[in-house]
């Protein structure tokens, strides 16, 4: 069952998560660093305890090596666990050699010692109560033992620490939180930004603005990226607008000649020859339309990818010949034989002979369309083989392509100026060659072209064969 995913903004979704995440690590981190200070201030505490046993101890010692007894000793435990920080509820016990209790600061009696002083019930002896013993010695030799018995709460107390610790973990919270506020902040502007200039776009609206200024390399590449898509879309709408309205007038033309023709011979208005001339022209533009018509179906089932490719291994140098010599028939006399320059070796290609065929004639006609007004047509072809490819170049000693319309020469409906002036077309002749040759793995360049001529290069792949005698 498919389930709506509930969507948010990226300023609440890496906030949320990163506090989260914040908390949970901050968390982890204060209970071990708790434990750990917990675990360093017992010690520390314990080592105090234990030179406060050794000092009492040190204090007791008899000038005749008995255990002596100061009378102000309370007070001096009181003021040793007041300085000390020990709190109350310590209890010093002193005791003789033989284990005869001599002092206690709380109320013990001799009975009570043993279990009181028993090592191996320390840890049972009373629950959160520790004991620090202390020998008490004359010229080296024991004479008793001082016994601090120490409740562990005391030692463990962190009070002060605890106040310390929690507002640094709740400034560091807040800090951190702060950042990834701030940062989301900055990053989600630049993204809401772009993505209202993809509704924009997506109405038809291409005149978006980006002011956003950003430091960050990939946000900065995704907003020029996204202005030159913009900027792209909107020429591409432009042209596309261009090329229809062209599109729609080269074929309404021949459509509005035939039905004036058609109507005027049906009225009569033309009569005998006239009228045999009128349908001459009407069948004239009638065949242009269909070649028009065959032209732009033709595109649109290559470029849908729908149109069946013979892959065969063809003779370049007799392939080449044939067709500049089927297209020279066709311009009858006035034209001036093609120069072809052939390798003397055997060269074979890859690929659909018909193809290729449209392809040569399509550059043959353009360069006969191309002819200069004051000198004779004269048109080189050459074949060229390189390690992956034939090369077969067509050069021509025409008029040239202006250059502001180079780049454009294979995009699809562009015509020339001039060429729109002088002849009806779709636009559609080098585009269709380009993609003729794609399909056949190959390429249709354009070389050069200036005042004295243009020059294209068609690539094919190599048979197989004849690419292992390349190599």
Known sequence: MDRSLKQTSMLS??????????????????????????????????????????????RLDGPTGDVVIPPDLTKLLEKRAHYFQLGSGICLIVTDLSGKLLYASDPVTQEELPYKLNDS???????????ITAP????????????ILQPTKPLTRLTDVWWAFGLALLCLTALGWLTIYLLSKKLSRPIRMVASAAREISQGHYGISLDAQTKERELGELIRSFKEMAGRLEQLE???????????????TPVTSVKGL???VREKVVQGEEADEFLDIALQESVRLERMVADLLDYNALAAGIVHLERDRLDASMLIGEIVYQWRLLQGELLQEPSLCLPEQQVYIAGDSLRIQQIMVNLLNNSLQAKHPDRALQLDI?????????????????CGIPVQEQSHIFERFFRGEKKKLALRGLGLGLAFSKLLAKAQQGD???????????SFSLLLPLADSQHQDAN
Not at 387 to 396: L, Q, T, Y
Request: proline letters at 1%.
């Open 382 to 398: 050459a074949l060229r083989v390189h390690a992956e490819a034939a090369e077969i170049v067509v050069n021509d000693n025409g």
């Open 121 to 131: 019930l320390d840890k049972a002896r009373e629950p959160g109560m520790k004991a």
């Open 262 to 264: 058609i109507f005027a």
């Open 13 to 58: 979704y890496w906030t949320a998560r990163y506090f989260i995440i914040l908390c949970i690590g901050l968390l982890v981190f204060a209970v071990a660093a708790v434990w750990w200070t917990k675990q360093q201030t017992m010690d520390s505490r314990l080592q105090t305890v234990e030179v406060l046993a050794q000092d009492i101890a040190d």
């Open 238 to 252: 432009h042209s596309r607008s261009f090329m229809l309205a062209g599109l729609t007038h080269e074929l309404k």
């Open 136 to 147: 008490i010695t004359h010229q080296e030799e024991k004479i008793g033992q001082v016994t």
């Open 444 to 454: 249709l360049v354009f070389n050069s072209s200036t005042e004295e001529g243009t």
